[in-house]
């Protein structure tokens, strides 16, 4: 599909401007220039990269001339072909005449200037050209700079360059992700969604001919579009007739058996070897693994098989007519179904190639694979399928499931509108249980009604008699009570169910697990959740197809319980984690939304306030535009993000927002906006309202049971300077808290109060160690102005402050005030880096060429400036400044 008016490659320069790949041009230009090897050949897979690196490296090299060669296909049988440009046309026809000597003397630059040959795509060369590059680089007649194709076969003189050691083979990876995000932001100019560049990134394996001609064919179609400031994919990857051209051209000739083993490996990826082979016969899938067209890999105990690249696959899946896509898939269903194979995504790929076939027929496997697919937040199919067994006449049962995946994604209208036109009255307990268990965590996490939600639980638990489904019901209630902001209500409706006995559905044990380890892990005992969250998922398998929201909070919970601990780097492999699981083409939009906005939330604390604004970005690309579940969380971290920034326009919006779009239903999740208004304040230079309004998140925080964010607002008022209004509180409160952070904050209060230098320095020191700069910074400038004036250890204090608050992103908070840069000269500073290496007087005398007097001048000049007493406290800081700058 082509949108009219837009040029094919609308708004993208022809050429990408050069990024990344220091190191590498470094190393390239290094070898180059010290001519301790004879050249160097950059190695690597096709569309890595390779040629431009060496023609980044030669521009602006200077001393050279320079002899461009390149190996192609069509010269590889004519002898010096790469060279038939530098050459004479004629051979001299006098005999004796040595070819290669010939060449190398034609070859010869003037007199002054060392020869450079440049050549390109050298496993190509013919093989004299390649006996002749080999001749030169031996006699050092000329240097070389080569490019290969990692796994190609070269001609064997280009393979002995390396080999014997004459020149160094310089492996390049494909781009990595993180700088293919920096290539991609420049070229389209501005913030590329995590997810949309993890998705090209993945589909192009870091190929960036295949990455210019899918981002030019996203433009072209529109898909590839910035709404927001941030450019984000929609829908399918489309492929321009190009870049099908140019993965053909890879996937080269080959034979209808190769081609039809190939087409069953990209419909049915990953696919168990041996089920290739009986359907297409071993030979043809020995060939396509020989020239590379799909790869074996293992997977536990079986060996899978699947396109080499992500590419190959949707070329051939593009070209593949229906009829015969559906034979396949049909083929590949029935011969998956003959292994007998039990694990659980066989099954749901047997259902959805039954379904894609036309040989779907039953209800049942539907509505099973249905909630399969939603066990692995894979809503998109989940919704399909469910669709699927609706059409199908799965009656209620496949009504319920369907509305279930459409709560999930947060279009609760036509989930209430599914269940209005096929659930009659639930009949029997079990189906006014699944009906209520749907409702109601529609209700809660997509419609914001916890009243209504409520009603439906009361009116299933009056009409049920089944003890245990009453058990179930229970829970349910707990559950939106404690998101409702209601813990004693949750806590009482919890403690009933678990009077009624050890009776619990897994189902409902997993959701109870969930209320119970958010409310230990927001009252102050994260490890206690934690050990609960863990318990609860090693029997995963027996509630995940019952409950898989329950799977997505007990994560929750062990994010939560690291953070409240202080071990940001453990809460953040949480998000991680959880993010792998995702399904980026199709991501369950809501549970991305809420992982964004907890990993801006773990930004924050890290004071990593521009990364964090990046997350909260991401994660509200996922939100509707509408009140929605994670409003508060996402907006109020962007608040405070910005707050912290000093960009108050952007907070004081994003504030709003947090507060007018998020739901009643998610009172702890969304919390954070809460704390936000305090920075939000103190942004915009109201320091009294700042404080009120961290007293005032205090006190919310308590009323809802979240003590650890009461801990949070009560430790941001000392933060804001207004210790002594909170330190007896902080400190009662900090004493039920388990984990080292809170014992930090309650330390630091106390040692503002008292206006204690040396502990407020120490607290400083323990946020530090923690991975909490910001905080670190705030406590050191806090420090330096309880010193007395003119003590050296205020001086230092204040250089650590300046230090540490230098690596929070241009973070900037009341506390840390006016901070200056320690004024040293430029010469001060370079000898203070040299001192902190490690070098003596004498030494930094020897390197800068100075008398060792003058350096030892210089740096008591430097420990009085930063207040340090010796070089190991100067190495400590300048650490910090270089972990800054970096
Ligand atoms: N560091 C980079 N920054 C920006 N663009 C780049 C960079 N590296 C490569 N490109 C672009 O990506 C495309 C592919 O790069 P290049 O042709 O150098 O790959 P290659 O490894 O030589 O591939 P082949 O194996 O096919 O020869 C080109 O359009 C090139 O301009
Ligand atoms: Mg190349």
């Known amino acids: 599909m082509t949108r009219p008016g837009v040029p094919y490659d609308a708004g993208v320069p022809s050429r990408w401007p050069f990024v990344g790949r220091t190191a590498q041009l470094g190393a390239v230009r290094s070898i180059l220039g010290d001519g301790t090897h004879g050249g160097v050949v950059v190695a690597g897979p096709a569309g890595a990269g390779k040629s431009r690196l060496a023609a980044q490296a030669v521009s602006g090299l200077e001393g050279f001339t320079v002899a461009p060669v390149r190996g192609t296909v069509a010269a590889a049988d004519i002898p010096f072909g790469a060279f038939a440009h530098l050459l004479p ?28 040959l440049t050549v390109d795509d050298a496993h190509l060369l013919d093989a004299t050209s390649a006996a002749l590059i080999h001749q030169m680089v031996l006699h050092r007649s000329a240097r070389l700079l080569a490019t290969v194709r990692g796994g190609e076969p070269a001609p064997d003189p280009i393979v002995a360059l390396w080999k014997d050691g004459l020149v160094r083979r310089l492996e390049l990876e494909p781009l990595p992700v993180e700088e293919t995000g920096r290539l991609l932001a420049q070229v389209l100019g501005g913030q590329v969604e995590s997810a949309t560049l993890r998705r090209l990134w993945r589909v192009t394996q870091g190929n960036l001919l295949y990455l210019r001609e899918m981002v030019m064919a996203g433009r072209t179609a529109g898909a590839l579009e910035e709404t927001g400031g941030l450019w984000r994919w929609h829908g399918d990857l489309s492929l321009t007739p190009r870049l099908r051209d140019l993965v053909e051209a890879r996937i080269g000739d080959i034979d209808a058996d190769e081609r039809r083993a190939l087409e069953f490996a990209a ?307 949480v998000t991680n984690l959880t993010r792998r699981l995702m399904r980026e083409e199709a991501p369950w939009r809501l549970g991305m939304a809420g992982f964004d906005g907890h990993r801006a939330q773990i930004h924050v604390i890290a004071g990593r306030p521009a990364d964090a604004v990046r997350s909260c970005r991401d994660g509200i690309a996922q939100l509707g535009e509408h009140r929605t579940g994670f409003a508060g969380l996402c907006f109020g971290e962007l608040a405070h993000a910005s707050a912290l920034l000093g960009d108050v326009a952007t907070a004081r919006t994003a504030l709003a927002a947090a507060e007018g779009r998020s739901l009643r239903t998610f009172v702890p999740i969304d919390f954070p906006g809460v704390l936000a208004r305090a920075w939000v304040h103190a942004a915009g230079g109201d320091l009294g309202a700042a404080v009120s309004a961290a007293l005032a998140a205090a006190d919310a925080a ?83 102005a309880a010193y007395a004036p003119g003590d050296r250890a205020g001086v230092f204090a204040a250089s650590r402050a300046w230090a540490l608050a230098r690596s929070c992103q241009g973070a900037r908070t009341p506390a840390l005030g006016d901070l200056t840069a320690p004024r040293l000269t430029a010469r001060q500073w370079e000898i203070a880096r040299l001192a902190a290496t490690g070098l003596s007087n004498r030494e930094i005398a020897d390197r800068l060429v100075l008398s060792t007097r003058t350096v030892a001048n210089h740096l008591v000049g430097v420990y009085g400036r930063l207040g340090v007493g010796d070089r190991a406290a100067l190495a400590d800081l300048l650490g910090a400044l270089d972990a800054a700058v970096e």
């Open 89 to 116: 046309e004629r051979f001299p026809a006098v005999a004796g005449v040595n070819p290669l000597r010939w060449a190398a003397e034609a070859l010869r630059p003037p007199a002054g200037d060392a020869l450079l």
């Open 267 to 573: 419909f049915g990826e990953p696919l168990g070897a041996d089920i290739l082979i009986r359907l297409t016969g071993a030979v043809a899938v020995e060939r396509c693994e020989e020239r590379q067209l799909i790869t074996t890999f293992r997977d536990g105990h079986r060996l899978q098989v699947r396109p080499a690249h992500p590419l190959y696959g949707e070329v051939v899946r593009a070209h593949a007519d229906s009829g015969r896509v559906r034979e396949m898939l049909a083929r590949l269903a029935d011969a998956v179904e003959a292994t007998g194979s039990r694990r659980r995504e066989d099954a749901l790929r047997v259902a959805v190639w039954r379904l894609d076939s036309g040989t779907a027929r039953q209800p049942l496997p539907l509505i099973a694979a249905s909630r399969l697919a939603m066990s692995v937040f894979d809503i998109a199919l989940a919704q399909r399928l469910g669709r699927a067994a609706v059409d199908a006449g799965g009656g209620p049962a496949a009504a319920l499931s369907l509305a279930y995946t459409l709560f999930f994604d947060d279009r609760p209208e036509e989930a209430e509108e599914i269940l209005r036109r096929s659930m009659g009255t639930p009949a029997t307990d079990q189906e006014r249980s699944v009906y209520a268990r749907t409702r109601v965590l529609g209700l809660a996490w997509s419609v914001g009604d916890d009243a209504d939600a409520q009603r439906v639980v009361d009116e299933a638990a009056a009409a049920v008699t089944d003890p245990v489904i009453h058990q179930d019901l229970l829970v349910l209630s707990a559950f939106v009570h404690f998101f409702a902001g209601q813990p004693l209500a949750s806590d009482r409706q919890l403690a009933q169910a678990r009077r009624l006995g050890d009776t619990m559905t897994p189902a409902s044990t997993a959701q109870a697990a969930v209320v119970e380890g958010l409310r230990l892990a927001h009252g102050g005992h994260p490890g206690r959740a934690r050990a609960l969250a863990d318990a609860t998922l090693r029997e995963v398998e027996r509630w995940r197809d019952d409950a898989p929201d329950a799977f997505w909070s007990l994560q929750c919970v062990r994010l939560l319980s690291h953070l409240f601990e202080g071990d940001l780097a453990a809460a953040d492999e």
């Open 702 to 784: 308590e009323t809802h049971g979240l003590r650890c964010y009461r801990m949070f607002a009560l430790h941001d008022a000392v933060r804001l300077g207004a210790a002594p209004l909170v330190a007896e509180d902080l400190a009662r409160l900090c004493a039920t808290i388990d984990g080292p952070l809170a014992a930090v904050c309650a330390r630091h209060a106390a040692a503002a109060v008292a206006a204690n230098a040396a502990e407020l320095d120490a607290v400083s020191r323990a946020f530090e160690r923690m991975g909490m700069p910001l905080h670190a910074a705030e406590a050191a400038a806090q420090a330096a």
